[in-house]
């Protein structure tokens, strides 16, 4: 039982334009989701979070949207670069554990 | 603060053989986490600890997994008799637990190999 799904598990996009990850998630006691970002041999790092009460947090480059109707959030990083590159996972939590999507590894092409 | 230390980063083992690795935590933080991710995958909730006591563990630790953190600091993860399923990047996180998101801090891992 998956409760947090990451679809896509590649994404190529072109270096200044935009790059959005998309996630969805089955458990509606989530309160918190996460946005993580990995680069091989690295363990994952933080990149930006949402309270369930919220439907749009901004940070930088780094936009993550939430539905919560439809049980889904999206990543929106504006303009890529090439060190976006990586591999990005969607993590949830309701009073327990994160838990991570698949990942989706983010291509930025110069 | 060097943020989260994990050893060794890399471990070849032989089916049957125990391994353990250790993680040390960031210094004021009073949660630790140990997750297993395998190709493909994202990471995978093993247990975790509050300060010594070990609140959660998954249904994925079986009885070969034991895990401890005798004061409070830094774990140890210790797979007795290893299959060759076993073989997996064991990542380690911690927390400091407080209003808000429960933002991990995770190590770069340890991977196994089992032969």
């Known amino acids: 039982d998956q409760q947090v799904k990451q679809n896509s598990p590649s994404l190529s996009v072109q270096e200044g334009r935009i790059s959005i990850l998309n996630c969805d998630y089955t458990?509606?006691?989530?309160?918190?989701f996460l946005w993580y970002k990995k680069y091989p041999a690295e363990g994952p790092t933080f990149l930006i979070s949402i309270s369930s009460i919220k439907d749009k947090n901004e940070d930088g480059r780094f936009t993550v949207f939430l539905n919560k109707s439809a049980k889904h959030l999206s990543l929106h990083i504006v303009p890529s670069q090439p060190g976006d590159s990586a591999v990005y996972f969607c993590?949830?939590?309701?009073?327990?554990?994160?838990?991570f999507g698949k990942g989706t590894r983010l291509s930025v092409i110069a | 603060d060097t943020g989260v230390s994990q050893d060794p980063r890399h471990k070849i083992t032989k089916r049957g053989q125990n391994v353990t690795f250790r993680c040390d935590p960031i210094?004021?933080?009073?949660?630790l986490y140990w997750y297993r991710q395998t190709l493909g995958q994202g990471p995978e909730f093993l247990t975790y600890?509050?300060?010594?006591?070990?609140?959660?563990k998954s249904r994925l630790l079986s009885d070969r997994f034991s895990a401890e953190r005798p004061k409070g600091s830094f774990s140890t993860l210790e797979i007795q008799r290893t299959e060759q399923g076993d073989s997996a990047m064991y990542l380690c996180?911690?927390?400091?637990?407080?209003?808000?998101?429960?933002?991990?801090?995770f190590g770069a891992g340890s991977r196994l190999t089992v032969l």
């Open positions: 210094s004021e933080h009073n949660r």
């Open positions: 458990n509606s006691m989530f309160d918190y």
């Open positions: 600890f509050q300060n010594e006591a070990q609140l959660e």
């Open positions: 993590a949830a939590s309701a009073l327990t554990p994160l838990v």
């Open positions: 996180a911690s927390s400091l637990r407080n209003s808000g998101a429960n933002v991990l801090t």
